[in-house]
Nanobody, 128 residues
Framework: QVQLVESGGGSVQAGGSLTLSCTASGSTRGTNFMGWFRQAPGKEREGVAA????????YYSDSVKGRFTLSQDNTKNTAYLRMNSLKPEDTAMYYC?????????????????????WGQGTQVTVSS
């Protein structure tokens, strides 16, 4: 099993920045991708960013590309989501997830159903 612990959510003004952290523990050899997803009230959960933990390749949704950066620290088994130039539409509950994906293009790496381990979620609120 894999356990995920998230932190870093909060409230910021539009144009501000936040960094989310996700630390994985347990049987992580059974996973090769870590991703960030978000869900706003009344909307479906959507993929934001994902990283291949083995080679470091990253994937981003069009809505955050150029503003968000996903990185990893292998010594800490932790993934970070740096969010810059935040907009009110970025307001959502953000979830960290881990899974096993083979031959993943962006559309697959950002699909929630391909992840089977999830964190508790952390709220991000961006005011105008």
């Amino acid at each position: 099993q894999v356990q995920l612990v998230e932190s870093g959510g909060g409230s910021v003004q539009a144009g501000g920045s936040l960094t989310l952290s996700c630390t994985a523990s347990g049987s992580t050899r059974g996973t090769n991708f870590m991703g960030w997803f978000r869900q706003a009230p009344g909307k479906e959960r959507e993929g934001v960013a994902a990283i291949n933990s083995g080679n470091g390749w990253t994937y981003y949704s069009d809505s955050v590309k150029g503003r968000f950066t996903l990185s990893q620290d292998n010594t800490k088994n932790t993934a970070y989501l740096r969010m810059n130039s935040l907009k009110p539409e970025d307001t959502a509950m953000y979830y960290c997830a881990a899974g096993w994906i083979i031959g993943a293009p962006a559309v697959v790496a950002l699909r929630p159903m391909n992840y089977n381990y999830w964190g508790q979620g952390t709220q991000v609120t961006v005011s105008s």
